[in-house]
């Protein structure tokens, strides 16, 4: 009988360690892809150009045990990191041919919205933007955004 209370109490200290040494950071990942085709001018014709996105948000949260409920865990919700793969894909002229690294933190109710212009396109988020210009590259309206987006651009060889 003391050889299975002893066997009991062991598997419930066991049992207590594992409870309580659980993690306190949990993250998550979000993955998507969004395809859209725009227009830009070229000596007075239209040139057709698909922009692909694909996205990925790494979200990571912190758990602290409550002071007053020791049962109890407050959550604390930390930016997820987005990072944003753009392609940018012309059947007509290849010469075009991209692709933008983009990364920024993304805030609780941030919004991420890609914008046609007549040389290209323009990313906004939250207020902060960048322009694609076709031909010549990214441009900043405002030179504090260049703070808040790392961006990287790399030539498409197929």
Known sequence: MKFIHKIMMVSVALATMSITA?????????NSTTVKTFNYEKNGSQIPYK??????????????????????????????????????????????????????EKQLADTFELVPTKKGFAVEV??????????????????????????????MIL
Not at 22 to 30: I, S, V
Not at 62 to 90: C, G, Y
Request: hydrophobic fraction near 35%; proline fraction near 1%.
């Open 51 to 104: 922009v692909t996105i694909q996205e990925q948000r790494d979200y990571q949260a912190t758990f602290q045990q409550d002071e007053k409920n020791m049962e109890n865990w407050n959550r604390n919700n930390e930016p997820a990191r987005v990072a944003k793969l753009i392609s940018i894909n012309s059947a007509v002229d290849n010469t075009i041919d991209r692709v933008l690294v983009l990364r920024y």
């Open 126 to 155: 939250d207020g902060r933007s960048l322009e694609y210009i076709i031909g010549e590259g990214i441009y900043f309206a405002d030179t504090a955004d260049k703070d808040f987006f790392f961006v990287d651009e790399f030539v």
């Open 22 to 30: 659980q993690d306190t950071k949990t993250m998550g990942t979000l």
